[in-house]
Nanobody, 124 residues
Framework: QVQLVESGGGLVQAGGSLRLSCAAS????????MGWFRQAPGKEREFVAG????????YYTDSVKGRFTISRDNVRNTVYLQMNSLKPEDTAVYYC?????????????????WGQGTQVTVSS
């Protein structure tokens, strides 16, 4: 089992940057594919970015390509989401999630563990 704790959210102006972190407990972090999801008020949760176990293969939803970068540190048991050129439509609660699959998971139901979320608010 793994526990996930996100941090790094906050309020930022449009065009600004934030870096989210997700710290994982346990010694099996490198056994999990990791992902970031977000949920805006009144909207369904959506996939944002994912990274496979080795940290080399990454994948993104189209709306964040070129602006967001996911990475992981398998020594520090942490996954990051660097968010640049933020837009008001990026405002949401961002969740970190872990999956036992290594195939590149875009769907929430493929993830086994979730963090509590961190709020990101982008003002115009």
């Amino acid at each position: 089992q793994v526990q996930l704790v996100e941090s790094g959210g906050g309020l930022v102006q449009a065009g600004g940057s934030l870096r989210l972190s997700c710290a994982a407990s346990g010694r099996t972090f490198r056994s999990y594919g990791m992902g970031w999801f977000r949920q805006a008020p009144g909207k369904e949760r959506e996939f944002v970015a994912g990274v496979r176990r080795n940290g080399v293969t990454t994948y993104y939803t189209d709306s964040v390509k070129g602006r967001f970068t996911i990475s992981r540190d398998n020594v520090r048991n942490t996954v990051y989401l660097q968010m640049n050129s933020l837009k008001p439509e990026d405002t949401a609660v961002y969740y970190c999630a872990a999956t036992t699959s290594n195939s590149g998971s875009y769907y929430g139901n493929e993830y086994n563990y979730w963090g509590q979320g961190t709020q990101v608010t982008v003002s115009s």
